[in-house]
């Protein structure tokens, strides 16, 4: 169950006050497009796609009428923390089974400061390192 506090993004109408023109407006245009494309004598597949279009255009015209505007949170660049502790104990030096590559070399891969997902990160966060193993150091 989602909960107000959990919402991060919503939809806001700019002109509320035209919501319920724009409800009979649309209303309208789609009883007149459908009296209008039933009266004929043979319904085809281009005049289908005709109407499909003006009852398109006339959504699009009513989507502008009433303003619609996304609304989100971000955080401002920079002003959060985001900590990426390692470990860098002696046990890092472990080879497990058949593999070749030790746990800490597979650690260093994953926690590349130019990965993709850190620079995305750094864009958003004040991210900061730090690595542990008897107690807790700072990395450049």
């Not at 459908?34 to 796609?49: D, H, K, M, Q, T």
């Not at 046990?91 to 997902?117: F, N, T």
Request: net charge positive; hydrophobic share 50%; glycine share 6%.
């Amino acid at each position: 169950m989602l909960t107000d506090n959990l919402l991060i993004a919503e939809i806001v109408l700019g002109a509320p006050l035209w919501l319920a023109p724009a409800i009979g407006l649309a209303a309208l245009s789609m009883g007149l497009i459908a009296w209008a494309y039933l009266r004929l004598p043979s319904f085809n597949a281009p005049r289908l796609f005709a109407a499909l279009l003006k009852l398109s255009g006339m959504a699009a015209l009513i989507v502008c009428l009433i303003e619609p505007m996304y609304s989100g949170m971000r955080p401002r660049p920079g002003s959060n923390l985001f900590l990426i502790v390692a470990d860098n104990s002696r046990s890092l030096g472990i080879h497990d089974g058949p593999r070749s590559v030790s746990r800490g070399d597979a650690m260093r891969r994953a926690l590349d400061k130019e990965a993709a997902w850190q620079v995305r990160l750094a864009q958003d966060f004040d991210v900061r390192r730090y690595a542990f193993d008897t107690r807790l150091q700072p990395l450049a």
